[in-house]
C-alpha cells in the first residue's frame, strides 16, 4: 500500500463535498434568474393584455364613425 491510498477516500469525499456546493450555487443562481425571468414574464403579458384592450376599443371606435363627418385637416 501507498501512502496516499488512506487519504484517497478523505480526498474523494471532499472532491464531492466541493462539487455539491459549486452545484447548490448554481441552482441558486438558476433559481434567481428565473424569478426575474418570471417577472419579467409576467410584466410583458401585462402590457400585451393592455395592448390588445386598446386594440380592441379602437377597432370598436373605428366601427362607430362615420367617415362623412370626418373633414380633412386641411378645410
Known sequence: MSATTPTAPA???MNLEMAVAHLQHELEQ???VLLALQ???KTARDQVSKL???I????EGEDNR?????RPPHY
Open 52 to 54: 390588445e384592450r386598446r
Open 39 to 41: 417577472t419579467e414574464l
Open 11 to 13: 480526498e474523494r469525499i
Open 56 to 59: 380592441v376599443l379602437v377597432q
Open 30 to 32: 438558476m433559481h434567481a
Open 66 to 70: 362615420n367617415l362623412d363627418d370626418e
